[in-house]
């Protein structure tokens, strides 16, 4: 006697439910292939464009932060000091000094800060402090610092020269820095904002899951918090 045999359909072994489930901070209306490849692109342009000024923000900033504390050496400046003559008759008020000051000493942008110190009695009886002016000019190359005595024929004048690292130092703080120069570190700052957002929102389960992204961040906020209310 033949007996039939039928064929069952092969058994699959259980799938066991994902951990994390895709994007875990991206909202599911938004787990399409196009809202997803625009986020990769804006992720991974915004880094090249961020790469040479990060590059040159990370290491002066490790710089900067040793200045005073664990100090690294490297960064330096000139000092240099003399009285520089003025012209007869002498300048009327400080804005003409300012003035006649950038064009002797060639500086390439006007004077910052200028600062008036009235006239005083002095601890010698019958004697009168004149005025003093106080001017500073600031540029990436340079500071100078001038004083001037109301009345004298010459006003001194300190010079600070910073080298090559200082150079770079002060572009990082943008001291005496160009506008132009400073909408473009601007840009540096959105991108790093741009990258922290679309870096969480591209976070998918195989980096891990909510809880260790969310005990990642908050260790470091809760580093940063810390310490900047001990520092």
Same mark, same amino acid.
């Given at each position: !006697?033949?007996?039939?045999?039928?064929?069952?359909?092969?058994?699959?072994?259980?799938?066991?439910?994902?951990?994390?489930?895709?994007?875990?901070? !991206?909202?599911?209306?938004?787990?399409?292939?196009?809202?997803?490849?625009?986020?990769?692109?804006?992720?991974?342009?915004?880094? !090249?464009?961020?790469?040479?000024?990060?590059?040159?923000?990370?290491?002066?900033?490790?710089?900067?932060?040793?200045?005073?504390? !664990?100090?690294?050496?490297? @960064?330096?400046?000139?000092?240099?000091?003399?009285?520089?003559?003025?012209?007869?008759?002498?300048?009327?008020?400080?804005?003409?000094?300012?003035?006649?000051?950038?064009?002797?000493?060639?500086?390439?942008? &006007?004077?910052?800060?200028?600062?008036?110190?009235?006239?005083?009695?002095?601890?010698? &009886?019958?004697?009168?402090?004149?005025?003093?002016?106080?001017?500073?000019?600031?540029?990436?190359?340079?500071?100078?610092?001038?004083?001037?005595?109301?009345?004298?024929?010459?006003?001194?004048?300190?010079?600070?020269? &910073?080298?090559?690292?200082?150079?770079?130092?002060?572009?990082?703080? @943008?001291?005496?820095?160009?506008?132009?120069?400073?909408?473009?570190?601007?840009?540096?700052?959105?991108?790093?904002?741009?990258?922290?957002?679309?870096?969480?929102?591209?976070?998918?389960?195989?980096?891990?899951?909510?809880?260790?992204?969310?005990?990642?961040?908050?260790?470091?906020?809760?580093?940063?918090?810390?310490?900047?209310?001990?520092?």
């Amino acid at each position: !006697m033949n007996r039939k045999h039928t064929l069952s359909p092969p058994v699959h072994p259980a799938r066991r439910p994902a951990q994390g489930g895709g994007h875990l901070f !991206m909202p599911r209306r938004w787990h399409r292939p196009t809202v997803l490849k625009t986020l990769r692109r804006v992720h991974a342009w915004l880094g !090249m464009w961020g790469a040479v000024l990060g590059l040159l923000f990370g290491a002066t900033g490790l710089l900067l932060n040793h200045r005073a504390t !664990m100090k690294i050496p490297g @960064a330096n400046y000139a000092h240099t000091q003399w009285q520089l003559q003025l012209p007869q008759p002498l300048p009327p008020d400080i804005d003409a000094l300012a003035l006649h000051l950038q064009k002797e000493l060639r500086m390439d942008r &006007p004077a910052f800060s200028k600062k008036i110190e009235p006239a005083g009695p002095t601890p010698w &009886p019958g004697a009168v402090q004149p005025e003093r002016w106080q001017i500073a000019f600031a540029s990436p190359a340079a500071t100078v610092n001038a004083e001037y005595w109301v009345g004298n024929e010459s006003i001194a004048v300190k010079r600070m020269d &910073p080298n090559f690292l200082s150079h770079l130092n002060r572009l990082h703080m @943008a001291t005496g820095a160009s506008a132009a120069w400073i909408l473009l570190t601007d840009t540096l700052a959105g991108a790093l904002i741009a990258l922290s957002l679309t870096g969480l929102l591209l976070w998918t389960r195989l980096h891990g899951s909510r809880l260790l992204a969310l005990g990642i961040s908050g260790t470091c906020l809760t580093l940063l918090l810390t310490l900047a209310c001990i520092a």
